[in-house]
């Protein structure tokens, strides 16, 4: 992904409200196949590490794009945003 790629997914995601969030128990299999789901009907997923989260939302982001098979795009303190392209009809066409 191209730095200007980054960009625009970071522009679309500024305003997405975090549809997950991971907590004290910090990334359960669960929650990594919740988000697995959302990525059927969205591309871009923001999601938020609660204060009770021991874990580094870097680490937690790279674990969910590992499993998930998305990108990082962006962590931004305790919040994170992954994309992963639809594979039939991409909703999101990015720049060159």
Known sequence: ???????YLKSL???????????????TPEVTEAIREAF???ELIKVAVLKNCADDPREIAEMVAERTHSQVVQVIGK?????KPDRDKPKIVLPG
């Open 1 to 7: 992904m191209t730095s200007k790629q980054r960009a």
């Open 13 to 27: 995601a500024s305003n997405l409200n975090p549809i997950f969030q991971v907590g004290k128990a910090s990334l």
């Open 40 to 42: 059927n009907t969205n």
């Open 79 to 83: 919040r994170f945003i992954l994309y």
